[in-house]
């Protein structure tokens, strides 16, 4: 599974959910009937209701270098801070590359998005190779599988 493009999960406050439903009610009661106006509102109160659910934290494997096989994001510290480049390894290209794809450094929070982007683009999984602790937790749990 690929790791979504927005990691941050949708929030609404009571409020919201409480204006939303009153705004449909006020622009669409005349043309549903009672049924259809009750199951539009059930449709809405789930859609803002999202934060109350459990939803999975994003997963990355850690790697110490870059992988053949997927999409590696490599993160550094240094006198400019924290910074990140992309790695597209031609062998994960199916042919379509000959030579492996290095983006430019990117601030770690840019790298990061554009690594998902990237990654669910092309449907490849994504690794993460983060030797100085640049990885933020709220980014997604990093892994190392057990040998």
């Known amino acids: 599974m690929f790791a979504s493009m927005y990691p941050e999960p949708i929030a609404a406050p ?3 959910i409480r204006d939303a439903v009153d705004a449909a009610r006020q622009l669409v009661v005349s043309n549903l009937n009672h049924v259809q106006f009750y199951h539009w509102t059930v449709i ?8 109350w659910k459990t939803m999975a934290r994003n ?6 270098e870059v992988q ?4 590696t994001l490599l993160l550094k510290r240094d006198n400019d801070g924290a910074s990140g480049s992309i790695v597209l390894p031609a062998a994960a290209s199916q042919g379509r590359l000959t ?6 450094q990117l601030p770690a929070q840019d790298a990061f998005r554009g690594a998902i982007r990237l990654a669910n683009d092309v449907k490849l999984a994504l690794v993460v ?5 640049v ?10 599988p057990i040998d």
């Open 14 to 16: 009571d409020r919201l």
């Open 44 to 51: 809405v109160r789930n859609f803002f209701s999202l934060r």
């Open 59 to 64: 997963r990355f494997e850690q790697v110490n």
């Open 68 to 71: 053949p096989d997927a999409i």
């Open 99 to 104: 030579t492996d794809q290095v983006s430019a």
């Open 129 to 133: 190779c983060d030797p100085d602790g």
């Open 135 to 144: 990885w933020k937790p709220d980014w997604g749990d990093l892994y190392q």
